[in-house]
């Protein structure tokens, strides 16, 4: 039973195009995050969620837009996609009393050519 | 400057080595600190907390020292599958969501 699983694995898209990534976690947690992993593997906070509300909006170009339906599920919709947006998108979540234990997915690396 | 720094490796080591591995980081205002734990082309997982007193699991010990502002990691008796990525991870926030992760320190313990 995977804990916290994304789709999908892999995206090779090209520059212009929108697309979607989809995160889903089975814990219970009340919180789930967005991250990027450059190719210099720094992993940076884009967004934050508690209980389907933003808690946390880093500097990211707007074309990022998360969605909450559920505090189970954020997906992330990138729109116009450029080159530079080619990285590995990780989804974590954690629960309200240890927000430092964060549980990731597995990745979604994504290509833009 | 980067907020959390650390020397990106690799660190090379045989079996049964102890390594150790520093972190800095630059806001004096951090508030919790963490050690995570990547394997190549896999997601990050929680390795340890840091605490002041300083705390040890097993073979892993963490120290924190704020004067200084700096994190270790010190890791007896390297196993092959100690290798990885070793993440600083500093926590500013009160709420302690907002994680900074350093770029990560690669580690790979030879036969």
Not at chain 1, 30 to 52: A, G, H, P, R, V
Not at chain 2, 21 to 31: E, G, I, K, L, P
């Amino acid at each position: 039973d995977t804990a916290v699983s994304q789709t999908p694995k892999y995206l090779v898209t090209q520059m212009g195009n929108d697309k979607s990534i989809k995160c889903e976690q089975n814990l219970g947690h009340d919180t789930m995050y967005w991250y990027k992993q450059d190719s210099k593997k720094f992993l940076k906070i884009m967004f934050s969620y508690n209980n389907k509300e933003l808690i946390i909006n880093e500097t990211v170009p707007n074309r990022f837009s998360p969605k909450s339906p559920d505090k189970a599920h954020l997906n992330l919709h990138i729109n116009s996609l450029e080159l530079g947006d080619s990285a590995v998108y990780f989804c974590a979540s954690s629960p309200i009393s240890a927000p430092h234990e964060q549980y990731f997915g597995p990745g979604t690396r994504l290509t833009v050519t | 400057r980067k907020e959390v720094e650390q020397d990106p490796g690799p660190f090379n080591v045989p079996e049964g080595a102890t390594v150790a591995f520093n972190c800095t980081y630059s806001n004096s205002a951090s508030q919790s600190f963490f050690w995570y734990r990547q394997d190549c082309r896999k997601e990050p997982k929680l390795l340890m907390s840091v605490y002041s007193s300083g705390n040890e699991d097993g073979r892993f010990t963490a120290q924190l020292n704020r004067a200084s502002q700096y994190i270790s990691l010190l890791i007896r008796d390297s196993k092959l599958s100690d290798s990885a990525t070793y993440l600083c991870v500093v926590n500013y926030d009160n709420a302690g969501n907002m994680l900074t992760f350093g770029g990560g320190t690669r580690l790979m313990v030879k036969p």
